[in-house]
T-cell receptor, first 113, second 113 residues
Framework: EAQVTQNPRYLITVTGKKLTVTCSQNMNHEYMSWYRQDPGLGLRQIYYSMNVEVTDKGDVPEGYKVSRKEKRNFPLILESPSPNQTSLYFC????????????FGDGTRLSIL | AQTVTQSQPEMSVQEAETVTLSCTYDTSESDYYLFWYKQPPSRQMILVIRQEAYKQQNATENRFSVNFQKAAKSFSLKISDSQLGDAAMYFCAYRSAEYKLSFGAGTTVTVRA
């Protein structure tokens, strides 16, 4: 089954404790991206990647890191999480071609205390 | 960053009736792509419908259709014969040649039985 898999789905942690949210897709998509969803703001892009070893900042990259060492994986890293990073996070992927829709993971609810 | 505006935070519709969700966007580009995504309480992001800006014909997917007015930069979604399963948050999204997908703040649709 074609899918984007995020882990964990829920995480409660404390300020300053490094964490990684994993994202994996099995559709051989070149393009992958991370979003955060906050009430009243919709989804905002954090980082995206056009292919292996190619990443770029989205609209809200501060406090986040990503890597793309393999085509299928695109982890999101919070080196020193802070409470303002409490949010719902989505990973998405798609093939190149502007009309291609994004396939989303099921989301990760992060709470930073 | 591109701006996508959904001016209706909430909409309510009677089962079997029709509801229209508004979306406007700001762009100076002539070639772009527009999407509507549905997010039910399960928080999955589901593609509802998509439209290419260079196509004048409005897209239709079963009970879902759009009214695309390029000059007015408007992209409304009409849900006909509303069903209880249509209850969700709906997001309008815009993508340009830069590949970045920008979302509106969302409209919550409630369906009354």
């Amino acid at each position: 089954e074609a899918q984007v898999t995020q882990n964990p789905r829920y995480l409660i942690t404390v300020t300053g404790k490094k964490l990684t949210v994993t994202c994996s897709q099995n559709m051989n998509h070149e393009y992958m991206s991370w979003y955060r969803q906050d009430p009243g703001l919709g989804l905002r892009q954090i980082y995206y990647s056009m292919n292996v070893e190619v990443t770029d900042k989205g609209d809200v990259p501060e406090g986040y890191k990503v890597s793309r060492k393999e085509k299928r994986n695109f982890p999101l890293i919070l080196e020193s999480p802070s409470p303002n990073q409490t949010s719902l996070y989505f990973c998405a992927s798609r093939s190149l071609g502007l009309y291609q829709p994004q396939h989303f993971g099921d989301g990760t609810r992060l709470s930073i205390l | 960053a591109q701006t996508v505006t959904q001016s209706q935070p909430e909409m309510s519709v009677q089962e079997a009736e029709t509801v229209t969700l508004s979306c406007t966007y700001d762009t100076s580009e002539s070639d772009y792509y527009l999407f509507w995504y549905k997010q039910p309480p399960s928080r999955q992001m589901i593609l509802v419908i998509r439209q290419e800006a260079y196509k004048q014909q409005n897209a239709t997917e079963n009970r879902f259709s759009v009214n695309f007015q390029k000059a007015a930069k408007s992209f409304s979604l009409k849900i006909s014969d509303s069903q209880l399963g249509d209850a969700a948050m709906y997001f309008c999204a815009y993508r340009s040649a830069e590949y970045k997908l920008s979302f509106g703040a969302g409209t919550t649709v409630t369906v009354r039985a």
